[in-house]
T-cell receptor, first 114, second 112 residues
């Protein structure tokens, strides 16, 4: 069955430091992969997505992610974190076996220290 | 205004009561989804709909009912609310199965 694992529940990064959030997936075919961000009290917003082609994808707000098929990973990175990046980040894979919906990981909460 | 709106924003109810959460989107997206978000579980799919009058179960459908008589609306009903249904509920829509999901702002439901 399809699944998504985000190994880190909570990460704290200093402002200006680099960031990497991990995501591992289990999927029987070529996956569609997504990263969403959720600010406190808000719905989720798409950061970036991978369907095919170049394995390094660029997203909004200076984020990027790299698809590594051999490692079943889709890690999110940012070279320099800003305080406004503090939020919860969700990795998602899809569609599910029914062919319709995304499967989300449990999320990683990012705190940014000054 | 264009977008996806959920109502109410906050709801407190008692066990055994029926509660309906509303979701409305203005894009005429074919697909609509209901997720619940709980600490330690992330987002779990409750129900989804591929078009008007077509709905299907997700990962955690028990205790919930949905309908979709119009493309733009996708209400979620808790027929007899239980404490375990205390959660934040998100509605989302998309044009296709793997396109970007557009999320509402959520409904925070407390069942006492």
């Amino acid at each position: 069955a399809q699944s998504v694992t985000q190994p880190d529940i909570h990460i704290t990064v200093s402002e200006g430091a680099s960031l990497e959030l991990r995501c591992n997936y289990s999927y029987g075919a070529t996956p569609y992969l997504f990263w969403y961000v959720q600010s406190p009290g808000q719905g989720l917003q798409l950061l970036l997505k991978y369907f095919s082609g170049d394995t390094l994808v660029q997203g909004i707000k200076g984020f990027e992610a790299e698809f590594k098929r051999s490692q079943s990973s889709f890690n999110l990175r940012k070279p320099s974190v800003h305080w406004s990046d503090a939020a919860e980040y969700f990795c998602a894979v899809g569609p599910n076996q029914a062919g319709t919906a995304l499967i989300f990981g449990k999320g990683t909460t990012l705190s940014v220290s000054s | 205004d264009a977008g996806i709106t959920q109502s109410p924003r906050y709801k407190i109810t008692e066990t055994g009561r029926q509660v309906t959460l509303m979701c409305h989107q203005t894009w005429s997206h074919s697909y609509m989804f209901w997720y619940r978000q709980d600490l330690g579980h992330g987002l779990r799919l409750i129900y989804y709909s591929a078009a008007a009058d077509i709905t299907d179960k997700g990962e955690v459908p028990d205790g919930y009912v949905v309908s979709r008589s119009k493309t733009e609306n996708f209400p979620l009903t808790l027929e007899s609310a239980t404490r375990s249904q205390t959660s934040v509920y998100f509605c989302a829509s998309s044009e296709s199965t793997v396109e970007k999901l557009f999320f509402g702002s959520g409904t925070q439901l407390s069942v006492l």
